[in-house]
C-alpha cells in the first residue's frame, strides 16, 4: 500500500526525521533540493537558463538549494524572491549560504527558453494566493514558459487538490517521501504534469507513528480482499442476482445495472421486468436472463424459485399488488 499525507501528516514526517535523525531540517532541504535539481537536470539541461522563483517558507528554502546546485554547475541561475526568508527557519540558513543573483519577485517576466522553478508555496499554503505572487503565476500559465513545481505547484492545497487562488501548471512536479492528497485530486492532479517522489532520507519507521488513513487507489490496497474462483467454483455457487427494470421507455439502468452484477462475478443475473418492457430488454441481453415480473405473486414465486441473494431496484420500479 502506498501512503498520501496530508500537509500536516507530512510537516509531521519531517520533524519525526529530524528528531530521529541523521539529517536535521537543513540536510533535508539540501537533500529535497538536490533531488529537484536532479529533476530539472535530466530533463531541461539545454535550457536557455533558470528562474527560481521563492517564497518566505521552506518550499523557497528548497528553491534556495536547486538555484546554488545549478549555478554551480554554470548554468545561468536566478533567483526571485517574493519575500525575505523567515526569521530562524531552514530556508534563512539555506539562503545565507546561496551564491546565486536574488531579485524582488514582482520584477520577474516569464522568458521562452528558460525554466521556471516554482519553489513559492508548498504544504504550508495557508491562504488564497494574491499580490504579486498571484501576478507572477498567472504570466507562467500565460507565456507556457515550462515550469518545475517544488513539492506542489503554488496555490495547489496538498489536502485536497484545490486551488486556493491561482496556480500555474508544471511540466514536472517533485515531492518528497510520499506524495499527498493534491496530487492525485482534480485539478491539483492536471497541475502538478509528471510527478516524481524523491527519497529525501526520511525513515519509512515515521509513519507508524503518523498512522497515514489515505492511501493510493491500486491494486495494493485491495487485492487481498478481492475473492479468488477456486477451480471447481460453477455459477451456482456463485449468487443470484435479480434486476428491476422499469416499464418500457426506462429500462437502461437495469440492464446496466445486471451486467454490472454479472461482470463483478454472479453467477445468475435475471433482470425482472414488467411485461410491456420485454420486448425492449430482449433485443439486449444474452446471457442474462429475463423474466416476467409485473405483480406481487410474479415476484414471490420468482423469490421462491431462484433464491436470489441480491436485488438491485431504482426509482423507477413498481409493483402491482
Ligand atoms: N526542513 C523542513 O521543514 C523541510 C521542508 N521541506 C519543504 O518545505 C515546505 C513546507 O515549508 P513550510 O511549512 O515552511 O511552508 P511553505 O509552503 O514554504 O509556506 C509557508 C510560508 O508561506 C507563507 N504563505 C502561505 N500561503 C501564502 C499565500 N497564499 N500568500 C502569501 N504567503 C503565503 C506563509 O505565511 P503565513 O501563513 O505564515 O502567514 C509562510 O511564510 C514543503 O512543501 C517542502 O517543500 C522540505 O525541504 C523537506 C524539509
Ligand atoms: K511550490
Known amino acids: 500500500m502506498i501512503e498520501l499525507l496530508t500537509p500536516q501528516e507530512m510537516s509531521r514526517a519531517d520533524a519525526l526525521a529530524m528528531e530521529k535523525g541523521p539529517h536535521d531540517g537543513a540536510g533535508l532541504m539540501d537533500r529535497a533540493g538536490a533531488a529537484v535539481a536532479d529533476a530539472v537536470l535530466a530533463r531541461f539541461a539545454g535550457a536557455a537558463g533558470f ?3 521563492c517564497g ?7 528553491g534556495y538549494v536547486v538555484a546554488d546546485l545549478l549555478r554551480e554547475r ?51 499554503l495557508s491562504k488564497p494566493v494574491g499580490g504579486a505572487a498571484a501576478r507572477v503565476l498567472g504570466s507562467l500559465a500565460e507565456t507556457g514558459v515550462r515550469v518545475v513545481a517544488v513539492d506542489l505547484p503554488s496555490g495547489v492545497s496538498g489536502a485536497t487538490g484545490q486551488v486556493l487562488g491561482i496556480a500555474a501548471p508544471a511540466a514536472l512536479t517533485v515531492t518528497f ?8 485530486l482534480y485539478p491539483g492532479r ?11 532520507g526520511i525513515d519509512a519507521r515515521v509513519l507508524d507513528e503518523i498512522a ?35 416499464g418500457p421507455m426506462a429500462t437502461g439502468a437495469a440492464r446496466l445495472s445486471a451486467r454490472a452484477a454479472a461482470r463483478i462475478g454472479a453467477g445468475a443475473v435475471t433482470l425482472l421486468s414488467p411485461g410491456a418492457a420485454l420486448a425492449v430488454n430482449a433485443m439486449h441481453l444474452t446471457s442474462i436472463m429475463l423474466r416476467r415480473v409485473e405483480e406481487e405473486r410474479e415476484l414471490l414465486e420468482f423469490h421462491e424459485e431462484r433464491r436470489p441473494k441480491a436485488y438491485v431496484l431504482g426509482r423507477v420500479s413498481a409493483l402491482a399488488s
Open 51 to 53: 528562474d527560481i522563483l
Open 56 to 62: 518566505p517558507g521552506n518550499n523557497g528554502g528548497d
Open 74 to 124: 554554470g548554468l545561468d541561475t536566478k533567483v526571485w524572491r517574493l519575500a525575505m526568508p523567515r526569521q530562524g527557519s531552514d530556508c534563512e540558513a539555506v539562503a545565507a549560504r546561496c551564491h546565486a543573483e536574488c531579485a524582488p519577485l514582482e520584477d520577474y517576466r516569464p522568458l521562452p527558453g528558460r525554466i521556471a522553478v516554482d519553489a513559492l508555496f508548498g504544504a504550508g
Open 177 to 184: 517521501f510520499r506524495r499527498k492528497p493534491g496530487h492525485l
Open 190 to 200: 492536471a497541475l502538478c504534469g509528471e510527478t516524481l517522489v524523491a527519497d529525501i
Open 212 to 246: 497515514p488513513r489515505c492511501f493510493v487507489n491500486d491494486p495494493a490496497l485491495w487485492r487481498a480482499e478481492w475473492p479468488v474462483m477456486e477451480p471447481d467454483l460453477h455459477k451456482y455457487r456463485r449468487g443470484h442476482v435479480g434486476v428491476f427494470s422499469g
